[in-house]
């Protein structure tokens, strides 16, 4: 049990469907990040936020929309997705300044 | 081209061998190198940490070097088990404070077999 739960794991929606993924930590850690993990890609960053104040998004699309309503918690919104965004969406936790992150098990999309 | 890149991108091994996987990386400078392993439908999980400095950190039976003159780094599995089937992702940070910069390797998938 690594400390960050993600609900739900696995997930299929329509392109014109409006869905969330839900991540929460029990860690006490004060960064949250939404990561995207494509078939034989890098994870790709999305998004950091650092004492719930957002402080990175990498280019994401605007269909894609988190929210870090405390420390421990983390949303992200989805509306209107793509086929091509079809993935294993991870949540990763830590102390700021670049301290070990602790994954969830992540949320696998399907677009269809 | 990725700043970290992993060698192979797969491996098969048997039950009780040694192995050994590599990670080459531009990103410099850096404070610190991790490897991480996936297993299947999970979240990835530190095995080890490396400073710029260290050259060997020690996990059971995971040790990885670092090697900061030729940017490389190794993780060496030894006596491998069923449960080592799994990726392993080698993440570099820049040195750069006050940013968020996790550098992801591709990862190589390792299956020890029976």
């Known amino acids: 049990e690594t400390g960050v739960t993600q609900t739900p794991r696995h997930l299929v929606m329509g392109m014109t469907n409006k869905k969330s993924l839900k991540c929460e930590q029990h860690?006490?850690?004060?960064?949250m990040y939404w990561y995207k993990q494509s078939a034989k890609k890098p994870l790709e960053l999305m998004f950091v936020?650092?004492?719930?104040?957002?402080?990175e998004n990498n280019s994401v699309p605007s269909r894609f929309s988190p929210e870090c309503p405390n420390s421990s918690h983390l949303f992200l919104h989805l509306h209107t997705l793509q086929p091509e965004d079809s993935a294993l969406y991870l949540c990763?936790?830590?102390?700021?300044?670049?301290?070990?992150?602790?994954f969830g098990p992540g949320t696998r999309l399907t677009v269809l | 081209k990725n700043q970290v890149e992993q060698s192979p991108q797969s491996l098969i091994i048997l039950e009780g061998k040694n192995c050994t996987l590599q990670?080459?990386?531009?990103?410099?400078?850096?404070?610190?190198l991790r490897w991480y392993k996936q297993d299947t439908g999970r979240g990835p999980v530190s095995l080890t940490i490396?400073?710029?400095?260290?050259n060997t950190k020690s996990n059971g039976r995971y040790t990885a070097t670092l090697d900061a003159d030729t940017k490389q780094s190794s993780l060496h599995i030894t006596a491998s088990q069923l449960s080592d089937s799994a990726s392993y992702i080698c993440v570099v940070s820049p040195t750069t404070s006050g940013t968020y910069k996790y550098i992801f390797g591709t990862g190589t998938r390792l299956k020890v077999l029976a």
């Open positions: 860690l006490g850690h004060n960064a």
């Open positions: 990763a936790s830590s102390y700021t300044g670049q301290g070990t992150q602790y």
């Open positions: 490396m400073t710029f400095s260290e």
């Open positions: 990670c080459n990386y531009t990103v410099s400078p850096f404070s610190n």
């Open positions: 936020y650092s004492l719930e104040e957002r402080v």
